[in-house]
């Protein structure tokens, strides 16, 4: 048995990793505390128009998402490997709440706004973008430290 547990220190398993909050008494509403909150991201959708500016988020912070989408074409965001690395609140759209489990994508057929509220969980960089697209501006890049 100390063989395991020596083994499990040795690899950084003797406890778990801990998030990295933006304030050090988070309260009665655990992460979702208001001085937990990182700066708001932008994102447009828009024919030939760029999607948004790269970011830094910290692990363990709350952030909302706002992706706008201008209505001159029928276009998507994607990135299942940013939207595993984070825990999803909620996504609202037209007023209507949505607590999924898991999305790989969002796709606007007309103009709106989609509000995607999170915990940025995973470190790594993660790249969102507009499928089937292969300009530098069509995708940003969202790093979680």
């Given amino acids: 048995m100390r063989f ?26 655990g992460l979702l505390a208001s001085c937990n909150r990182g700066e708001p991201i932008q994102l447009t959708l828009a024919s030939g128009q760029p999607l948004g500016e790269d970011v830094t988020l910290q692990s363990g912070a709350y ?19 940013f939207f595993r690395a984070i825990w999803m609140n909620e ?8 607590r ?6 969002i796709e606007f057929d007309a103009e ?17 973008r507009i499928p089937g697209s292969t300009g530098e501006t069509q995708q940003i890049r969202i790093s979680i430290q």
Avoid: Q, R, W
């Fill in 4 to 29: 395991l547990t020596a083994a499990a220190f040795a690899c950084g398993l003797s406890a778990p990793a801990l998030a990295a909050p933006l304030c050090d008494d988070l309260g009665f509403a």
């Fill in 63 to 81: 952030y909302k998402m706002f992706i706008t989408a201008d209505g001159s074409a029928e276009l998507a965001i994607t990135g299942s490997e």
């Fill in 91 to 98: 996504i609202v759209i037209n007023k209507i709440e949505i």
């Fill in 100 to 105: 999924p489990m898991a999305i790989d994508s």
């Fill in 112 to 128: 709106g706004v989609a509000e995607l509220s999170f915990i940025a969980i995973k470190p790594g960089t993660h790249i969102l």
